[in-house]
């Protein structure tokens, strides 16, 4: 919701649209949006206020039906792609004459949970503020509200940046290419998916369906943010991830630890040994054969290696670190496969610790891989690397019968996961998108081999096999799937440009040598 | 609280006391019990029925007074032995005309907490069943009572063993000797503690104040359980304790595991390292030095040792286990030190596991010590081998700017402790005590070198300096410290028989050549 003087404030700013004159297409775009950021901040904000949680599906079909508004606001027909029991996905395009390429832009509409109590204002209630809150941004009232707005103002709300400012980017990059008389140089077709925070359980199967409807030579994803440094990047790829769910069994039941302890095996004491094979503390994985798949790094993922910024130092500062694991650069640890205890439990700890053995323990991992790395073969390494250790290996909650059988004894619990998916920065496709990217923002893009995180890529892959290059736009700092959510509004400003000059250009940089 | 019938059943069944006649002093005190077994039990089930939470003072000091009247009955005169803020001990003599030494018998009249709803029948409403609850017993109503009560009918309630029914048992041994005209060997000295389940923090204060008033030849300790396989124990020491709580840090905030990964060190895989070089799944201490001043086991203690019935595939079958650590037997393995794992905490496991690096991981840990040990030189070693590490051990929760400045950085919370108390199986005085016990029994006694477990019983060494040896009488299987806690009446009986023969003939053996 926006508050009524604020939304009268920004529909009197706005001005009629119509074509805007300025020496050269990225000039032009600039000026289209300059002239207009009340309305187009106005668009985004009347989106970020629906709620937006994939599972509650009277408040994402509004979104959806939104979406296919404001396509239809640019004459693209919109339609819904329906994937019962999950959210449809909104889908438009744009053929153009002569284009004899297609490039599908992704973003999603839905967002991360919520819980308002911890939010400085209300998620759904998009607030404009002259700066981040941990930097003393002040809230700015409707009649602070003069343009040019300051690029260092924050707009406040769930999805603000994860997802939906993408969309209004590139509507916007639409009408400013229609305002400068620009046509794009690729068919366009636009999937905004409803489903990503809940982790795209139908997705596959949408994708399946719409396979010759969603047929293109490269999906741009634009979402995440931009380099930590600030700077535009291009990102080529994502690690994989499967996670684990690891148990250790002692006792049926807690036993005294002066009764019991030093005779009984002690699960935690185990478990720390067991993981302390799997994985030493400089974040080497020591499970035999673990690297062995490893594609190694291509001359092109090596040379984009060495143009992405050090903020490491910084980082370290930030987080009170008093070192980084194996002393490396974050951005080439990040190309390597990583095991990352995310949880123990075992006992209590503190004032509620008992004297007592533990009937259980428990570890939390996860795996990010990369190419060519699949999930089932971590999972076998894994469960072999344990077996040679002694252990008998089972996915179900074991008895006391099978407790009382087997001297080690571990359960592990498998998510499906899913493998990493890189594009190489030497194709063509690649440095076709490097170069538009360059055009619109002056100075050399920041190219990313892959991020450190995971996102389910290799669905489209598989389904579409097309390639994919993430070109995100919002600030790093943007409280992504955290409470005060928010987009800095200079990287929305950019994104418009960055978005027009992929759909201008794209076409011809392709095609040349 | 007694249910009025019970009482009145109770009552009416009590015989006058009187004289016994029988063939020799463990019939006569095995008949003054069979003739008075009513009694007896209402007696216990009286004190058993007043809650006595050591904090809770109104309540304790109603046990404490009604102890003296206990001791009065025998024609003993009781006092309490204050310590403010603590609850008062209990104490009473009875000089023996000729008598050279002098014994202190000991219990403790407090009891663990209670939470009712956990419990099948009311903690204070003492109720006898037919068996134990796990056995199927069934509640006993009053026109069940008839004498002589089965020896496996068990009394629930809380401190129904732990420790009420030692006392009831030494008075009612006081009885029988005098009903058998059987005077005391000793100099009998009752010294009843009012807080030893909540950690006997004024007690050191309370020996101190009153060291003359308590001196002795001998303590015995009449607390804790027979031996598992229900046989008569003689327990000659117990372990020392020191707690750990041991912190380890990473980033500041919880960082997502696929970007800062391998990266930013994992607290959580760090502790594991830490942990695997501090005890191996064996039990073995890796800690440098640790083992260094522990006093080799005496010929007495390793013969002993042989006589210890081995109930280990028993236990281990009902605990579930498929080994014990190092394979080695209970009774040996609890001569040893140890380090016990009773909690890891860090990130989140199972469902609410997210893909972040923990902020900080935690480990409990009990050491568990054996002469001559000391906590403060566990700590030393412990520390010191963690320094070799490359660890800085810091004892206060460290700020941002330590943790910048440290790569290794590990915060040690040590509780205060108390060394191991071993009586020699061999002295005069141990062999005394064990064939006082054998002929109250007429079988070997099982001699424990030393419980696994720990009591601050050095407290009483260090302020009296007189040697302690524990005779318990309880079933092993009383739910001590738990829901359902529970007395097997033979136990009782026994008891009465055991520390019967020890006043009447510890004298005569100790002073044997």
Chains 1, 2 share one sequence.
Not at 53 to 61: V, Y
Not at 72 to 85: D, K, N
Not at 356 to 381: C, G, N
Not at 453 to 472: R, Y
Request: charged letters at 25%.
């Amino acid at each position: 919701m926006i508050s009524r003087p604020m939304r009268a404030f920004l529909a009197a700013l706005a001005l009629a649209p119509g074509a805007v004159s300025a020496s050269g297409p990225n000039e032009a775009v600039r000026a289209y949006r300059a002239a207009r950021e009340p309305e187009i901040l106005a668009e985004l904000m009347e989106l970020v206020a629906i709620p937006n949680l994939a599972s509650e599906e009277g408040d994402i079909r509004r979104n959806a039906a939104h979406l296919v508004r404001m396509l239809a606001r640019r004459g693209i027909s919109g339609r819904l792609l329906e994937a019962p029991p999950g959210p449809p996905a909104v889908y438009g395009e744009l053929q153009v004459a002569g284009a004899s390429r297609t490039v599908v832009f992704y973003a999603h509409y839905d967002g991360q949970p919520v819980v308002p109590e911890q939010w400085t204002t209300p998620p759904f209630e998009p607030r404009l503020r002259s700066g981040a809150i941990e930097a003393g941004g002040r809230l700015l009232e409707a009649a602070a509200l003069v343009p040019p707005f300051d690029p260092e103002w924050r707009l406040y709300g769930r999805s603000a940046s994860d997802d939906k400012s993408p969309i209004v980017a590139m509507l916007t990059a639409l009408d400013a290419l229609a305002a400068a008389g620009v046509t794009p140089s690729v068919n366009l077709k636009f999937f905004f998916e409803g489903e990503e925070e809940a982790g795209s359980p139908n997705l596959a199967r949408q994708l399946g369906a719409h396979a010759r409807l969603l047929a293109a030579d490269l999906w741009l994803f634009c979402d995440g943010p931009v380099h930590q440094s600030g700077r535009q990047q291009v990102v080529f790829g994502v690690r994989g991830v499967v996670g684990l769910e690891l148990t250790l069994y002692g006792p049926l039941r807690p036993l005294h630890s002066g009764h019991y302890g030093n005779w009984a095996p002690n699960p935690a004491a185990e478990l720390a040994g067991l993981l302390a094979a799997m994985r030493d503390g400089e974040g080497r994985i020591l499970i035999d054969g673990f690297y062995d798949s490893v594609r190694p790094l291509s001359p092109a993922v090596r040379r984009a290696l060495d143009g992405v910024p050090d903020a490491d130092a910084d980082l370290r500062r930030s987080f009170a670190l008093g070192r980084s694991e194996a002393n490396g650069r974050l951005a080439e640890r990040i190309l390597a496969p990583a095991l990352n205890l995310r949880g123990l439990e075992a006992g209590e700890v503190g004032e509620r610790a008992k004297n007592a053995i533990p009937t259980i323990a428990r570890a939390s991992i996860d795996f990010r891989l990369v190419p060519d790395q699949s999930p089932a073969e971590v999972r076998r390494l894994t469960e072999e690397h344990l077996r040679r250790r002694g252990y008998v290996v089972v996915a179900d909650e074991p008895d006391g019968a099978v407790r009382r059988r087997h001297p080690r004894l571990v359960r592990m619990q498998w998510e499906q996961g899913y493998p990493a998916l890189w594009t190489d920065p030497g194709l063509p496709v690649s440095r076709a998108v490097l170069a538009a990217v360059e055009e619109a923002i002056g100075e050399p893009v920041v190219q990313v081999p892959s991020l450190g995180g995971s996102l389910p890529l290799h669905q489209f892959h598989e389904s579409l096999d097309a390639p994919l290059i993430v070109v995100p736009m919002v600030n790093h700092d943007n409280n992504q799937h955290a409470p005060d959510e928010n987009l800095r509004l200079g990287n929305l400003w950019r994104g418009i440009e960055v978005y027009a000059r992929l759909m201008a250009r794209l076409g011809e940089l392709w095609t040349r040598p």
